[in-house]
């Protein structure tokens, strides 16, 4: 990384200039810098609508860049290690969706671990590539879904070397890392692409002693979300490729979905975010995993709470741990993560990030302060003393092995019928139905419905947790394949 | 003397719209804590004052009001503190009036900001002294922190704390009062800063605040006090217990046995200090 160069932010740069140029505007957008729409300004205030412009010469243009966005990304490929970066303001759904479409055409294959995110599995919808799912392995007393072993991988691939590519999550929701690095190896050995979704893992790229990122893994896409532990604003995204992939043919690829109007507030807080995290990003997330330990120290001396940390790691199933993920199994206190998760919004004024069935994921970041923590340590303290509940027996998320029957687009466009929920038992599914949080689908489009699943769906939802996918909002009725 | 004076005020914004100023003679002090900026400020009406991020906290004519008030009023109800804990307060004011008390063995001071304890030392000698008492232990850290293992172990906490908005915001919280009464033994009393209920953006907080303490607590009370720095000149403090009632339990003829010397609280005024104006009495009801 040339840190010299990583001081410039030459796109930011060339939106402070335009703004002082005080241009006459015969362009969109309509509301011209917020003189025609008063509510916009009281809202997001008059810097802000003053660079909410459209794409011009001297700011560049996303769809093609030739210039300050052009530089700006160069950059971003330089501070995080890769051949080349874009950026992306569709959220890291996009990158997902972009890396799967760049490996896939429709009936190409993709080895996946099952609790992907759904970006993913809507991409194959959109591109009608075939899923070909690894158990990541559950680990049934935290609830938690974990990584995909090396054998399970060796596995898949030797009974699908006509797969396309691999994507792997780095870490997952709850701070779980697979063996990255032989998993990309194992992949170019079986000449497929090595697809890696770091939603929850920009600060790979930055913090010292965390789990290895993409890039240096010698991956060849990554989906890397700067707005989550990065720092910029919601739905700006970076995606990352390698030497072996072809940039222009990534480009054509983003180009399809991607909107033509990118906001320039989205790709300004990539340019300047990328900065922060080059310059300053070491001690930044230095500081957040102390945060994150101390928490997790305060948090395990209460009784009832499990903070769980690099402890998990068993070279397998979990083969490195992402030390800054903060998740709080609650089950010793007789209550679930969402009962937990709900208490300390309504009852303490404290937002987390998410609660399943046996956990609460706090998410904390550089922005995050000691006195914060001290807060959710003692209102985790407080809630033990008034609600906790003799431990009972919990519904525990076993893995459901998912019976693929037709590929996601096949069954997303099929006839289909609406049934009751318990009349589909033998039936293909014609639509996904995710279980929130955590967000990995119990049923993809496709997939055939089984007793267990029924079982799994009605079980999860007494328990709180929210369904979502299907046309039936409550989940009385699924559509299934004619 | 008036010529020998320059204009030269010290400001504060109670409200966007309302402000109070006080004519400073000398800028004595100011530095940054890990937590806030801290300033000290001599003045010709208030003596030396300091403030926290901008916001007066006390001076010396007036600070006399709110540790007698925060100390004497539960201490004339309890009828055998032995233990207290004061989170903040580390100017000593409130630890000077606990030491009158000859009955308390323990007086715990939790309080994070090392630099507000050595600024209150050296430039508030009066108020410090209370931190010279042999039964004093000074903890430097986070209220919070120190409650959470705390377990049945006080007869009386006192909540020094006064912006439910800045680093101390934790204090003023749902955990805070939970962490407190878990704290407590069976009969424990907790005070705090209740705020200033006039201005209509203290309102919410005074509201927030006497809701959660309401939950947490089978007797809360609100008592007032007259302090010319504060917001409208007009100040609130809770009283919550778990057995005693501020004024039920209250035992004046014990106190005045005591001959403890003070400048605002009487046995007296005790009693007034619970008879709210009704805007006030209406806040805390529909909040209950």
Request: aromatic fraction near 10%; proline fraction near 4%.
């Amino acid at each position: 990384m040339d840190n010299t160069r990583q001081q410039e932010v030459p796109l930011y740069s060339a939106l402070e200039k335009f703004r002082r140029l005080r241009v006459v505007p015969f362009d969109v957008p309509g509301h011209k810098r917020g003189r025609g729409n008063r509510g916009l300004v009281d809202f997001l205030g008059q810097q802000c609508v003053e660079i909410d412009v459209n794409s011009m010469k001297p700011l560049d243009n996303l769809c093609h860049p030739v210039s300050v966005i052009k530089e700006a990304e160069e950059l971003a490929a330089d501070a995080f290690g890769a051949a080349h970066a874009f950026f992306m303001v569709g959220g890291t759904t996009g990158a997902v969706q972009s890396m799967v479409f760049t490996a896939c055409k429709r009936g190409d294959k993709i080895i996946m671990p099952r609790n992907v995110h759904k970006s993913a599995i809507n991409a194959l919808v959109l591109c009608g590539a075939i899923p070909v799912y690894i158990d990541p392995k559950v680990d049934t007393k935290l609830g938690i879904p974990l990584g995909m072993e090396i054998d399970d991988v060796k596995k898949a691939i030797a009974e699908n070397p006509d797969a396309k590519a691999i994507l792997i999550n780095n870490p997952s929701y709850y701070g779980i890392c697979s063996d990255l690095k032989t998993i990309v190896k194992l992949a170019h050995d079986a000449r497929m692409l090595a697809l890696v979704d770091e939603a929850h893992g920009t600060h790979l790229y930055f913090g010292e002693d965390l789990p290895l990122n993409g890039m240096a893994a010698g991956a060849d896409m990554s989906a890397v979300s700067m707005h989550k532990s990065g720092g910029s604003l919601t739905q700006s995204s970076l995606l990352l490729i390698g030497e072996g992939v072809n940039e222009g043919y990534v480009s054509n690829i983003i180009n399809l979905t991607q909107t033509t109007s990118a906001s320039y507030l989205l790709l300004g807080s990539l340019d300047i975010s990328r900065r922060n995290l080059a310059l300053h990003g070491r001690e930044s997330f230095a500081k957040v995993c102390e945060m994150a330990s101390y928490a997790r120290s305060e948090i395990n001396e209460i009784e009832g709470y499990y903070a769980f940390g690099s402890e998990l790691i068993n070279g397998r199933s979990v083969f490195d741990f992402d030390e800054t993920k903060l998740v709080i199994n609650t089950r010793g206190i007789g209550l679930t993560g969402i009962e937990v998760y709900d208490l300390l919004r309504e009852e303490y004024d404290i937002q987390m990030e998410f609660g399943d069935l046996s956990n609460v994921l706090a998410y904390i970041s550089i922005g995050d302060r000691l006195q914060d923590i001290e807060r959710l340590a003692g209102a985790l303290d407080d809630i033990a003393r008034l609600y906790s509940k003799p431990e009972g027996s919990f519904f525990s998320a076993e893995y459901v092995t998912p019976i693929v029957k037709a590929t996601p687009q096949e069954a997303f466009y099929a006839e289909k019928i609406k049934l009751p929920i318990g009349e589909t038992v033998g039936r293909i599914c014609a639509e996904s139905v995710m279980c929130y949080p955590p967000g990995i689908p119990i049923l993809a489009p496709g997939e055939m419905i089984t007793r267990d699943i029924l079982d799994y769906i009605a079980a999860a939802k007494e328990k709180g947790c929210s369904m979502q996918g299907p046309e039936s909002e409550d989940i009385s009725e699924l559509c299934v394949l004619k | 003397m008036a010529e020998n004076r320059m204009e030269y005020w010290f400001e504060e914004m109670h409200t966007a719209n309302v402000k109070m100023a006080i004519r400073v003679d000398q800028h004595l002090y100011s530095g940054t804590s890990e937590f806030r900026r801290i300033d000290v400020f001599d003045s010709p009406e208030f003596g030396k004052f300091l403030t926290s991020n901008g916001n007066v906290i006390f001076s010396e004519q007036e600070e006399f009001t709110y540790d007698e008030m925060i100390v004497h009023v539960p201490m004339a109800v309890h009828p055998d503190v032995k233990r207290v804990l004061v989170i903040g307060g580390g100017d000593g004011g409130v630890a000077r009036e606990l030491s009158h008390y000859k009955e308390i063995e323990v007086i715990d001071i939790a309080e994070p900001d090392k630099m507000f304890v050595d600024v209150c030392r050296k430039y508030f000698p009066d108020n410090a002294i209370g931190l010279e008492d042999v039964r004093v232990r000074i903890y430097y850290e986070d209220g919070l922190r120190f409650l959470r293992r705390c377990k049945d172990k006080y007869d009386l906490i006192i909540n020094d704390a006064t912006d439910p908005l800045g680093h101390e915001a934790g204090l003023f919280t749902k955990e805070f009062y939970g962490n407190c009464y878990k704290a407590l033994h069976e009969d424990g009393i907790m005070v705090y800063q209740h705020g200033s209920p006039f201005f209509d953006e203290d309102e919410e907080n005074c509201r927030a605040m006497h809701r959660k303490v309401f939950k947490s607590f089978p007797i809360t009370r609100v008592y007032q006090a007259h302090i010319p720095t504060c917001p409208a000149g007009y100040w609130l403090f809770g009283f919550a217990s778990k057995k005693y009632h501020p004024l039920k339990d209250f035992d004046p003829e014990r106190w005045e046995k005591r001959n403890i010397k003070t400048w605002y609280y009487t046995t007296h005024l005790h009693q007034g200090a619970f008879m709210l104006p009704k805007y006030v009495e209406d806040i805390m009801k529909e909040e209950e």
